[in-house]
């Protein structure tokens, strides 16, 4: 995942309530959580795959002046197409 991407993937967080969602991503049903601690520095996003049980999760944290992210057994990459594919 390139700066771009982290970047991206952070605004889609950051756009987003702390909350539960129902969402499509890459034509799949999901069930996204979201959370925001410690004044947006640590974002987290966990999400289960209604059909298959998959789960796509992550945390960003803000270190000085900018995210690290570290998604949760699965790839940086997968983590980044499911957010960006969100809606």
């Known amino acids: ?3 771009k991407e982290i970047r991206e993937s952070i605004e889609i967080i ?4 702390a909350g539960n969602y129902s969402v499509i991503s890459q034509a799949q049903s999901y ?3 979201v959370e925001k601690l410690q004044d947006n520095k640590v974002l987290k996003f966990f999400a289960r795959n209604l059909t298959t049980g998959e789960v796509v999760s992550g945390n960003f944290y803000k ?5 690290r992210f570290r998604p949760c057994e699965i790839s940086v990459e997968r983590a980044y ?3 960006r594919d969100i809606s």
């Open 14 to 17: 950051q756009n987003l309530k």
């Open 81 to 83: 197409i499911f957010l």
């Open 1 to 3: 995942m390139n700066t």
């Open 63 to 67: 270190l000085r002046w900018e995210y």
């Open 31 to 33: 069930n996204l959580t």
